[in-house]
């Protein structure tokens, strides 16, 4: 059974930085974690994705150069480190199964891995970001 859990968020003002945490477990081989985030009124969005196979990660334009996603794969954590925030970082922050498209030099799209069912998107993690 894949579980996947948020945590982390919180109130930081412009510029500062938080790190979210993904509790992954039941993660098959070959398959990547990632993070996603909803503002309110908006979709979700893909911002990075990790493969530990191909020991590669992906970041959306959005929050390239501003993001780190990494992986302790003894703890089964994925980890975001989020620096440089903007007020538009605000959102609920999820982590779910992953994959990318390249939509431009060095940057992806990052789509939900729908072969992977990780039971849902869970309540999230909320992050906001004072101006």
């Known amino acids: 059974e894949v579980q996947l859990q948020a945590s982390g968020g919180g109130l930081v003002q412009a510029g500062g930085s938080l790190r979210l945490s993904c509790a992954a477990s039941g993660v098959p081989d070959g398959y990547a974690v990632g993070w996603f985030r909803q503002a309110p009124g908006q979709a979700r969005e893909g911002v990075s994705c990790?493969?530990?196979?191909?020991?590669?990660?992906y970041y959306s334009t959005s929050v390239k150069g501003r993001f780190t996603i990494s992986e302790d794969s003894a703890k089964k954590t994925v980890y975001l480190q989020m620096n440089s925030l903007k007020p538009e970082d605000s959102a609920v922050y999820y982590c779910g199964a992953c994959y990318v498209q390249a939509s431009g030099r060095d940057t992806y799209d990052v789509y939900v891995d729908t072969r992977i069912d990780f039971g849902g998107w869970g309540q999230g993690t909320l992050v906001t970001v004072s101006s």
């Open positions: 990790i493969s530990a196979s191909e020991q590669t990660s």
